[in-house]
């Protein structure tokens, strides 16, 4: 199975914060499993660390209310190529991102308060037919 993996669920320091959500779970489960990791906030250019985001009246805006829904959009197009060039089965997602969430996104008030929702990332692979699973589920 080819399985696309969020990248800081591997560890990788791609967080806005500058650090990962490394998971043991993650990495017994993809052993054996070809693996696509990729990064859609990174991919769309932006930097390490950089200001949380969240969805906002539908546009991905900063804590400093800077628009950077181009960034994060462009980012998940680039991985969703990347996701269909590879021909992945599955996707498992970092919980609650405003790209990778799969069940609940925070809701816009930078005040910590969720609601259901997909991020940009997750919304778009799921409208190509990409099974996406959150971590928290695996
Ligand atoms: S965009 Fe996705 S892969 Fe990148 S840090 Fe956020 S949750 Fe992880």
Redesign the pocket.
Known sequence: MKILV????LGQD???NGGN?YSKKVAEYIKGHDIVS?????AGGLPVPRIPCEIVGGKVTNKNGERKDLEFRSGAEICLKKALYEKVDLAI??SR?P??GVKQIYDGSFTGKLISGKGV?AELLSKHGIKIVDVEDL
Do not use: D, I, R, T
């Not at 969020?6 to 669920?9: G, I, R």
């Open positions: 969020s990248a800081c669920l791609c967080k806005y959500n990729v990064c859609p906030e990174v997602l970092q991102s790209s990778c990332f």
